[in-house]
């Protein structure tokens, strides 16, 4: 009968610390490196993240990272400002490389205002005037300060030497 309990107790025993590491084996490391797609430099700094939790890291200033990840996890997100996002579906791998596009807009106008440079709105607030693309590629000037010369109101341009490629001198009204 102390044969039975104790081999009763010695399973319990060798099912307890089994159950202990089945829960340690359930994380996993990804690692891997990020990349500029057109120049295929490395980018550090890019956001990692497991989607949908608090778990993430970013990127060295070689474009490498590594993440402990939990075996239920099945996508990782990059994101890094100026590229588009990226999910990438895991599978069963311990490396995943990436290599993130650049996010490239095009504006149809831009507000110049005494404040910055904004994107046009419907109401400013204050008063703007809007100089379209069309109105600057009509001008053959090499220079497009020299462009804004006459076409906005209270807008004073003026070269500080006279020669090619010297600076020009703004004066907003």
Do not use: C, W
């Amino acid at each position: 009968m102390k044969k039975v309990l104790l081999n009763i107790l010695l399973l319990g025993v060798i099912l307890l610390f089994g159950g202990l590491t089945h829960a340690y084996a359930q994380e996993r490391t990804i690692q891997g490196t990020v990349r500029d797609a057109s120049t295929s430099t490395p980018l550090p700094g890019v956001n990692v993240r497991v989607p949908n939790t608090e778990i993430g890291t970013a990127t060295d200033e070689d474009g490498h990272y590594s993440l402990s990840i939990p075996a239920t996890a099945d996508s990782l997100e990059f994101t890094y400002i100026g590229y588009n996002p990226l999910f990438v579906a895991i599978g069963n791998r311990t490396t995943v490389n990436v290599t993130l596009k650049p996010q490239v807009e095009q504006f149809e106008s831009v507000v110049v205002t005494a404040m910055g440079t904004k994107r046009q709105q419907r109401s400013l607030g204050y008063s703007s005037q809007n100089i379209t693309t069309q109105e600057v590629e009509k001008n053959p000037s090499t220079n497009f300060v020299n462009d804004l010369q006459g076409k906005v109101a209270g807008v004073n341009i003026t070269n500080s030497q006279g020669s090619l490629g010297s600076s020009s001198r703004i004066t907003l009204r």
